[in-house]
């Protein structure tokens, strides 16, 4: 195994091998909170009206809710172990911190979610509707908690506050855990997140309503569904796209280096135009562009001369703080992560507002090529929520926690044919586990509910809901 990894570093592997994983693991966690809070809102019209159609609806989306939670469980519990394995000397320098956020998650998040997650798989029936009601929600409300402790965790490595650096020991030690929670960051960032993952989940409800509607399978309950599914996708998309350009003025003052690289913007300009397409060289000598004059000031200071710094000032003045160095990101990467993301949020904000808007004229069902976009669709927030962290972490490149340790100075230091060893074994199980994933999401999506009489929907099931 070293033969074969010759040449490349234990950090280039342990970077490629977190990655993976990490992103990975994200296809499944927006989807889960999306789909945790729309199984809620069904379950509650199925109890506030009676309708078989709503109950249907929430069986139908509660196993394949079901399904991705359990992915998801699994797949993240990789994460943690990866600290220990591969980034030995980050644990140490931010355990103090990192560690409190982390425990809360376990302790009361993922508890409470799974606990009342059981109640709901094998109380229908045994216990009262209106408990059975209840214990959904409470799980839906442990997924959006868990996703707030493993944010805040991950924004403090954005932007650390309530900390010290221990004299002795040279770790960082938490002095205020109530700033952790309310920094600015991970305020920002949360909102971003936890809106984006309630857009993964109405679209993807959405895009398989839309699927049966063209199948002409049962059009009344889908109908519902579609309908709610597009009330969920505009507005969560409008609030996505709203706390995203609040969080990129925040990052203009936090992480300057970060919201150059997007723009690929080398030096600092008043009145900076925004580079929507550029294709060939990044610097002084593209192809072709598009460029949008003094918007790119109007989005980061909300003036339309407002100044821009750029990645050559930024660099010295990194330089004079830190020390000799790269302190730039990977600006192609940056760049088009960022215009992918930005690009697919458009597309499912269009979705949502003329999706509304045909409901409005009652042509929903009769609209065949709007049903086809949607089931189309279905892939841009995975896409899109995939790149915007693959631009939040290479963005924040050099470092690992912003200006107080380097990613270079975090790995471990073990053998590289080790990390090469686990990094194939990971990629090989997730690659397994994400077949299992797509055929069973698949094929249960694809097969539409029976409709049962009302006793027959009362009965208790036998092994899963």
């Known amino acids: 195994m070293n033969s074969l990894v010759a040449g490349i570093s234990t950090l280039s592997l342990a970077r490629w091998q977190f ?6 693991h994200f296809l499944f966690v927006p989807l889960t909170i999306g789909l945790g809070l729309l199984v809620a809102i069904l379950q509650t019209a199925s109890y506030r009206t009676g309708d078989l159609a709503y109950e249907r609806m929430t069986r139908f989306f509660g196993k394949l809710f079901l399904v991705n939670f359990a992915i998801g469980v699994v797949t993240g519990i990789v994460q943690e172990f990866q600290f220990g394995m591969d980034w030995s000397r980050y644990s140490v320098f931010v355990g103090n911190i990192f560690g409190a956020p982390l425990a809360i998650e376990g302790l009361l998040a993922f508890f409470m979610e799974s606990t009342f997650l059981g109640i709901w798989i094998f109380g229908r029936g045994r216990v009262s509707k209106r408990v059975h009601l209840a214990s959904i929600w409470l799980a839906s409300l442990g997924t959006i908690l868990s996703a707030a402790f493993i944010m805040a965790a991950n924004s403090w490595m954005q932007h650390p506050v309530g900390y010290v650096i221990d004299p002795t020991t040279h770790q960082a030690v938490m002095t205020n855990f109530w700033a952790v929670l309310t920094n600015s960051t991970f305020l920002a960032a949360y909102g971003h997140v936890l809106f984006a993952a309630f857009l993964t989940g109405g679209a993807f ?6 699927y049966h509607l063209r199948k002409n399978h049962d059009k009344v309950a889908f109908g519902k569904v579609a309908r709610i599914a597009i009330v969920v996708t505009l507005l969560s998309s409008v609030g996505t796209a709203f706390l995203g350009d609040s969080q990129a003025k925040l990052l203009e003052k936090q992480q300057p280096m970060k919201m150059a690289a ?7 300009e008043s009145g900076a ?5 550029t294709i060939g060289d990044l610097g002084d000598n593209p192809i072709f562009q598009i460029r949008l004059p ?4 109007v989005l980061a200071t909300n003036t339309w001369n407002g100044k821009v710094q750029g990645i050559n000032q930024l660099e010295k003045k990194a330089t004079a703080e830190y020390g000799a160095g790269s302190y ?10 960022f215009r992918i993301m930005v690009g697919l949020g458009i597309l ?3 979705l949502g507002g003329v999706g509304l808007w045909l409901v409005r004229k009652k042509r929903l069902e009769k609209s065949p090529r709007f049903l086809r976009f949607a089931t189309w669709m279905i892939a841009a927030p995975f896409i899109a929520n995939s790149f915007g962290w693959i631009f939040t972490e290479v963005g924040r490149q050099p470092w690992v926690v912003y200006g107080l340790l380097s990613t270079s100075k975090a790995v471990s230091v073990i053998s590289p044919g080790y990390v ?3 990094l194939i074994g990971f990629t090989a199980i997730y690659t397994f586990l994400a077949v299992i994933e797509i055929g069973l999401m698949f094929r249960i999506a694809k097969e539409p509910p029976a409709i049962e009489t009302l006793e027959e929907s009362e009965r208790i099931p036998e092994l899963i809901y």
Do not use: D, K, Q, R
């Open 205 to 210: 409800a959405l895009g398989v309503a839309a």
């Open 19 to 24: 990655g993976i994983t990490t992103v990975f």
């Open 348 to 350: 499912l904000v269009l």
């Open 420 to 422: 090469a060893t686990s």
């Open 294 to 297: 003094h918007i790119l000031s």
């Open 273 to 277: 135009s925004f580079s929507l397409l």
């Open 328 to 337: 730039v990101p990977l600006i192609w990467l940056c760049y088009w992560s």
């Open 262 to 268: 997007a723009e690929a913007l080398y030096n600092t």
